[in-house]
Nanobody, 121 residues
Framework: VQLQACGGGLVQAGGYLRLSCAASGTIFSITSRGWFRQAPGKQRELVAT???????NYADSVKGRFTISRDSAKKMVYLQMNTLKPEDTATYYC????????????????WGQGTLVTVSS
């Protein structure tokens, strides 16, 4: 699976952005798709995920402000980010987790190249 993320940019605090992630290629099964972020000097952290059944999970810091959605037919995942804060500044990575083949005994993570979000105060 190859992932291509876009939609990042510079926005003022209180503003909004919508990130998009396009997937190409296939794997045997997808468990979840999601967004992670990494700020300078910090570890990569989960932002939001959506399972194959449509269940969503959000980091506490973004609950109520960010919304993850998908268009399975188009192999797209989106992250609507509202009321952005300076602490949301990071490189955002889209992720797909799943089994590569029917014989895979464990799941693999696939990552996009990242898109930079900068929120000015």
């Amino acid at each position: 699976v190859q992932l291509q993320a876009c939609g990042g940019g510079l926005v003022q605090a209180g503003g909004y952005l919508r990130l998009s992630c396009a997937a190409s290629g296939t794997i045997f099964s997808i468990t979840s798709r999601g967004w992670f972020r990494q700020a300078p000097g910090k570890q990569r952290e989960l932002v939001a995920t959506i399972t194959s059944r449509g269940n969503t999970n959000y980091a506490d810091s973004v609950k109520g402000r960010f919304t993850i959605s998908r268009d399975s037919a188009k192999k797209m995942v989106y992250l609507q980010m509202n009321t952005l804060k300076p602490e949301d500044t990071a490189t955002y990575y889209c992720n797909t987790r799943g089994r590569r083949t029917g014989f895979s005994t464990s799941e693999s993570d696939y990552w996009g190249q990242g898109t930079l979000v900068t929120v000015s105060s």
